[in-house]
């Protein structure tokens, strides 16, 4: 976010095995974290995330969890 105290993390692929490779775990890893942007759970959030931050969840990032999961089952890889 650029607010002190924040660490950059840079992770350097070296040709597109890796791209793969990284690309289906991290599809994995979005699978396992989906129920954070699940119906249910942003419900019981509401109460605790102002009104844009309850939108950015429902109209940004669960779609965007829901497309890339969804299109790496299908065998659509978003990334390379």
Not at 17 to 39: D, M, P
Not at 42 to 59: C, H, Q, V, W
Not at 65 to 72: A, H, K, L, Q, R
Request: aromatic residues 12%; charged residues 25%; glycine residues 4%.
């Amino acid at each position: 976010m650029g607010l002190p105290p924040s660490d950059v993390h840079v992770l350097e692929l070296e040709n597109k095995t890796q791209v793969r490779v990284f690309a289906i775990e991290f599809s994995k890893y979005l699978e396992g974290l989906r129920w954070i942007v699940s119906n249910w759970f942003l419900t019981i959030l509401r109460p605790f995330l102002a009104k844009s931050n309850d939108e950015m969840m429902r109209g940004f990032i669960k779609p965007v969890f829901d497309i890339y999961v969804d299109s790496m089952k299908k065998g659509d890889n978003c990334i390379n």
